[in-house]
């Protein structure tokens, strides 16, 4: 029998029927067979002693139950990992950061509690899923969007705690800024509301999001405080139209006013949705079947970012298709819409020779046939087809067994881009890890850039010990620079937190300060982000 | 006649099974193993069976309840396994039951 830290067999298994005269044995899972199935599928130490493995499982259906686990943790000391769907793949899915702690699956949890069409928001809980949210909207009709991932199994609530993000517009894809009100249940069992939930009787607990006095809603989200079990999120409004326009830009360079200028139109609110960047001359970014780069053209490429683009500003004015491509999108009423892109084209005007293509108007909701083309997620609709990366395909023969997001944020610049891809392709190429020649950044974020590297996890110990070091790597050579991870899996998170380190790592002191106050006993997800309950926290890497 | 109609109930009891399996496929399979574009589980099944198998799980007429069951409490490649919170006992028999369903 697997056990907590510091936890005997006796003290365990007395827990354990406690939990079960809570839940019923049935929601109770302790033996490997059942507990194995929360395991990290996509772990970089799968199969080693290191890879973080829970002792047993809780399934609780409600708040009550929920308070009455927590309250059985605190007072026998045993950890406890809450998950909402578990599916957080790529940055540490299903498992604790401290093997041996119990994990609190909130799947059984998945009520719609309310969709307000009039004031467009949701209330729900952890383990509804995007489909079961926009099933629920569908099924009702009601005239209003959510904001999904790109995997549409995960949770809401659990996404926007986990910082991710979406497609739709500004206001919708940072989820957690789309958020108003949590519940959260705190280590000693006493449930907390905030925002106007904290009003007994509120009426506007969806409708205003600070409330009164100090708004501590971050403070739930990527970390250990409590056990969130009802979220609110604003939504969208069923847009009339979407739009798109594509600017192309044929040298090198144009990055940089390229760049300039679609932050004054996204931080203008001209254009809402999420902008991609794109090279026809480079083929990026590459589809997820392409066959990989010929090493001549892959190492045109590298002389472009070391500062000689001109074989590839050649290449680009041959190819006809441009050096640099930029997609903006509009949701609006069409006729606002051609208005905004009009004026985005003046503005895009001043590169010289820019050219512009005018996507087209599509009249929402999207007719089933467009269904089968549209980039889905920017219409709200949640699909799995991201699992196409790293998936076995015509070009990719022998697939891994998953992948480990590496996810600075960078400044919005080209110069940033510029700099970025040669102080990782150079890295990458160092420590053998495949970074692309040259990575096009992502627009999620307002006023800043992410890069993804998705990197390999396989079953084969050796080559994830090499990709875990040169991970590492990246970490502290990114940090050198000034750039931050914004979110990572465990297995990562006490090194990133650690490059959080401004003033004698005075975040991470005051994280501690509130753990040891808000869970004295430390029995919440030890190690989640870097912060351990002091009778753990030597064991910090 | 009493053999007959306990193999036309095991056949009912059977087929009601299967049925009960499709709202299971559908919520938890189907959006990467339905047919056609957009789902990464079929793309991966053509490329490695490149046409000696149909790609799309609910036309496979070889699949049987201990494959089906295999797959997803252990995943393969970058399918992970699911949880019985997910999909408990009783749901994987009724989705291994039509999947493996006669036709």
Not at chain 1, 31 to 43: N, P, Q
Not at chain 1, 265 to 274: A, I, N, T, Y
Not at chain 1, 318 to 330: D, M, Q, V
Not at chain 1, 417 to 438: I, R, T, Y
Request: glycine share 10%.
């Amino acid at each position: 029998m697997r056990t907590p830290p510091g936890v005997s067999e006796s003290d365990f298994g007395a827990a354990l029927r406690e939990f079960e005269a809570a839940l019923g044995k049935e929601w109770v899972f302790t033996s490997d067979e059942d507990v194995d199935l929360y395991r990290d599928a996509y772990s970089p130490f799968w199969g080693e002693p290191d890879e973080r493995v829970p002792s047993a499982a809780l399934a609780p259906n409600s708040v009550e139950q929920v308070q009455a686990v927590v309250r059985i943790a605190n007072r026998r000391k045993i950890p406890l990992y809450p998950i909402s769907t578990g599916r957080n793949l790529g940055y540490g899915g299903s498992a604790p950061n401290a093997s041996g702690t119990v994990v609190l699956d909130l799947k059984r949890m998945n009520r719609v509690l309310e969709v307000s069409e009039r004031n467009a928001y949701a209330l729900v809980e952890p383990g509804v899923s995007y489909f079961d949210l926009h099933r629920h909207i569908q099924e009702k009709g009601l005239k209003v969007w959510i904001d999904t991932p790109d995997p549409g199994w995960g949770s809401p609530m659990g996404n926007a705690l986990d910082r991710g993000g979406g497609y739709t517009t500004h206001q919708f894809r940072n989820h957690f800024d789309a958020h108003c009100g949590i519940e959260v249940v705190l280590p000693d069992g006493e449930i907390l509301r905030t925002g106007m939930g904290a009003l007994p009787g509120s009426k506007t607990w969806q409708q205003y999001k600070t409330g009164f006095g100090p708004w501590i809603d971050g403070l739930f989200s990527q970390s250990n405080f409590g056990v969130v079990t009802k979220m609110g999120f604003w939504l969208m409004p069923e847009p009339e139209a979407y739009l798109t326009g594509t600017v192309f830009v044929s040298k090198h360079n144009d990055l940089i006013p390229l760049i300039d200028t679609l932050n004054y139109l996204e931080s203008s609110r001209v254009c809402q949705g999420m902008s991609d960047l794109f090279s026809p001359a480079m083929g990026l970014p590459a589809a997820y079947d392409a066959p990989p780069f010929a090493r001549d053209f892959a190492a045109m490429i590298a002389d472009a970012v070391a500062g000689n683009p001109k074989a590839m500003e050649d290449h680009a004015a041959r190819s006809g298709k441009g050096y640099w491509g930029c997609t903006i999108k509009f949701y609006g009423p069409a006729k606002v819409l051609q208005a905004q892109w009009e004026y985005a084209k003046e503005q895009f005007g001043r590169i010289p020779g820019a050219r512009f293509v005018d996507g087209e108007l599509i009249r929402l909701p999207l007719t089933a046939e467009q269904k089968k083309t549209a980039h889905l997620v920017e219409f709200g609709v949640p699909n799995l087809s991201i699992f196409a990366m790293g998936a076995r395909n015509e070009n990719t023969p022998n697939p891994g067994n998953g992948h480990q997001w590496f996810s600075p944020i960078i400044p919005r610049s080209g110069e940033a881009v510029f700099e970025a891809n040669k102080v990782f392709m150079q890295a990458g190429k160092e420590f053998g890890l495949p970074v692309p020649p040259f990575s096009i950044p992502f627009c999620f974020w307002e006023r800043s850039f992410v890069f993804l590297f998705g990197f390999p996890v396989t079953h084969d110990a050796e080559q994830n010990k090499k990709t875990r070091a040169a991970f590492a790597q990246l970490v502290k050579i990114a940090a050198e620079h000034g750039w931050g991870e914004y979110r990572t899996a465990p297995a990562y998170q006490d090194l990133i937190m650690s490059t959080y380190s401004y003033n004698n790592n005075a975040l991470l002191r005051f994280h501690e300060r509130l753990k040891d106050a808000v869970d004295p006993n430390g029995i919440l997800s030890p190690g989640r982000y870097g912060i351990w309950p002091k009778h753990l926290r030597g064991r910090r890497a | 006649m009493r053999a007959l109609l306990v193999v036309f109930a095991l056949t009912a009891g059977n087929a009601a099974f299967a049925a009960d399996g499709k709202p299971v496929y559908e919520k938890w399979c189907a959006p990467c193993h339905a047919a056609g574009p957009g789902h990464p589980g079929t793309t991966a099944l053509a490329a490695l069976y490149k046409g000696a198998k149909p790609p799309a799980l609910e036309d496979r007429t070889d699949l049987t309840p201990p494959v089906v069951k295999q797959f997803v409490r252990k995943g393969v490649s970058v399918m992970p396994f699911f949880r019985k919170t997910e999909i408990s006992d009783a749901e994987l028999d009724a989705l291994a039951a039509y999947l493996s369903r006669k036709r």
